[in-house]
């Protein structure tokens, strides 16, 4: 990041208002190109001298560049320009739809990116210290994406202490997240910032509207909340935000993606009055966001066709909270969320066994839902993993983060935009497998069905042993893979530790494997070799 600070004599009597105080910065690259970037109030805490304009940019290419300020009244004011050079650097870019594979996410550079991790949605005690703990323990074990919300209880701009357009008293807070990016791209951590909780626009129970400043009762513009999206105030005034949040973090690589709504279904908006806000706004953040960053909203469930067709909706999301979801289990092709949905990549942004409080109890503190929501996320197709909510009094309470890093250490390496989800048979009803296949390679995860944290608690209720069988002599038929020999490395998911390899020969595209015994579960990886083997299939090595 390049932070320039711009001197503006005139003063405004709300500088976050564009209407009133339109600062940009126009950048020249080398070749001639240029990039106007809109600049930011920038209101200090401590020191009101440090206060003023800043404008944040990320030069995409080395050589020396050029800044001119620009103040956008009638006529045009241009400042002062200034030269500055950028050294070459090997960095991948910024994410983006994958340009082979539309189910997946890749860097610039195409270089295919799978985001491991989870929700750490808002802090509990201390922002700094409670986001760097969190941060580090999920980049020390393999993660590289965290979900996070700007909801008025944490990172949100515009609430009831600061009236409509005026961000002056969110500015510690603003403050916060320019301090989580920093760490985020410290640690190689993607952030997804959600913008709107639906919790804000909501009436009933578990809702906050009769808190929020477009409230006519707290003398808003909008006396119904489903009117956020169709009344032209609030729209003037949420684009002001949303051009401000594009201005201060849009320069960041490690943004994954703008969520626009938390679970918009929740609010009772309907479509049709949503989908002309989503261009209107996508409007106005691609102006202002020169980096064009990946675009999403969120729902429980499958969402709805009409949203997900949108052109300025990039990337599909989808919320679950269950004990028994059907991609538990491997699905041809992998999962979609509906026969017609678009080729897009899908963000499995929350996922849990229950959607009530998910707190550290005897019956889930192996995190049994959590690893296994991981792999087989991994496996039918997903553009990441489910990321599971319940951070803190579960994943964190528990020392579970490194249930991340045994699935990281599996994929490191692997191009997972390069497979296809295919269904793996099994000779044992007892346990279930999931396949990625392409024509020389192919990755294997197999569990035992007891391997469940709905049946492990029904165990403990019953007061019966949680240990459970050994399966052992379990054959695994993969289909789709070339005629050869295939070393076959397997790998304990558990303890993330590779185990003994063999060699198989795939026989009419059909390539067996029999498992070592196991408890849990196991994964595997079958790569073609480029001589014939000399041992038997089953030989270590």
């Not at 701009?157 to 969110?170: H, I, K």
């Not at 960053?293 to 269950?322: A, C, K, N």
Request: glycine share 6%; charged share 25%; aromatic share 14%.
């Amino acid at each position: 990041m390049l932070e320039l600070y711009v001197h503006v004599a005139q003063r405004f009597e709300n500088p976050y208002d564009p209407t009133e105080a339109d600062v940009r910065v126009r950048f020249t690259a080398p070749d001639g190109t240029q990039i106007t970037v809109p600049a930011f109030w920038y209101l200090h805490q401590r020191d009101p001298w440090r206060s003023g304009w800043r404008v944040r940019f990320a030069p995409p290419s080395a050589g020396r560049w050029q800044a001119t300020p620009l103040l956008n009244t009638n006529p045009l004011q241009q400042g002062e320009s200034i030269t500055f050079e950028v050294a070459p650097r090997d960095a991948p870019g910024y994410v983006r739809v994958h340009p082979r594979n539309p189910r997946y996410l890749a860097f610039d550079d195409g270089t295919t990116f799978f985001p491991i991790g989870l929700n750490l949605a808002w802090w509990r005690n201390d922002a700094a210290q409670d986001y760097a703990r969190w941060l580090n323990a999920l980049a020390d074990n393999g993660g590289n994406v965290a979900r996070v919300w700007m909801a008025p209880w944490s990172f949100g701009l515009e609430w009831r202490d600061t009236g409509l357009g005026n961000y002056d008293n969110r500015q510690l807070r603003a403050h916060w997240l320019d301090q989580l990016f920093a760490l985020a791209e410290q640690r190689g951590v993607y952030l997804v910032l959600s913008l709107i909780s639906d919790r804000e626009y909501r009436d009933n129970e578990g809702g906050v509207w009769a808190e929020n400043p477009y409230n006519a009762l707290n003398s808003g513009p909008l006396r119904d909340p489903r009117d956020f999206v169709t009344d032209p105030q609030a729209r003037a005034l949420f684009a002001r935000r949303l051009r401000y949040i594009a201005a201060r973090w849009g320069y960041s690589p490690n943004l994954l993606a703008w969520e626009y709504w938390n679970e918009v279904e929740a609010t009772r908006i309907e479509t049709p009055q949503l989908m002309p806000w989503l261009r209107e706004m996508t409007t106005v953040l691609r102006e202002a966001d020169v980096n064009r960053h990946l675009i999403t909203l969120s729902y429980v469930g499958d969402g709805d066709p009409f949203v997900w067709r949108m052109e300025e909706i990039d990337v599909l999301q989808r919320h679950e909270y269950s004990a028994q979801p059907r991609w538990f289990t491997s699905i041809p092709g992998g999962f979609r969320l509906t026969a017609d949905a678009p080729n897009k990549p899908l963000l499995f942004g929350e996922f849990g066994f229950s959607h009530v409080d998910e707190s550290l109890n005897e019956a889930n503190r192996e995190g049994v839902h959590l690893h296994n929501a991981l792999w087989a996320s991994a496996f039918n197709g997903f553009a990441t993993t489910a990321m599971y909510w319940w951070w803190e009094d579960y994943v964190d309470a528990g020392a579970l983060w490194s249930r991340f890093r045994s699935l990281a250490r599996f994929l490191a390496d692997e191009d997972l935009a390069t497979f296809t989800p295919t269904p793996v048979e099994c000779d044992c009803d007892e346990a279930i497998a999931m396949g990625l296949v392409r024509a020389d390679r192919a990755l294997v995860w197999v569990r035992s069905a007891h391997y469940d944290q709905q049946r492990l608690a029904e165990r403990i209720t019953r007061a019966e042993p949680i240990s459970l069988p050994i399966q052992r002599d379990v054959q695994l038929r993969l289909r789709g893979l070339d005629a050869g020999w295939y070393r076959v490395d397997w790998f304990d998911p558990q303890t993330g530790a590779w185990l003994r390899s063999a060699e198989s020969q795939a026989i009419g595209g059909v390539l067996t494997l029999t498992a070592p015994p196991f408890e849990r579960d196991l994964a595997a990886k079958a790569g073609r070799t480029s001589h014939e083997a000399s041992c038997e299939p089953a030989c270590g090595r």
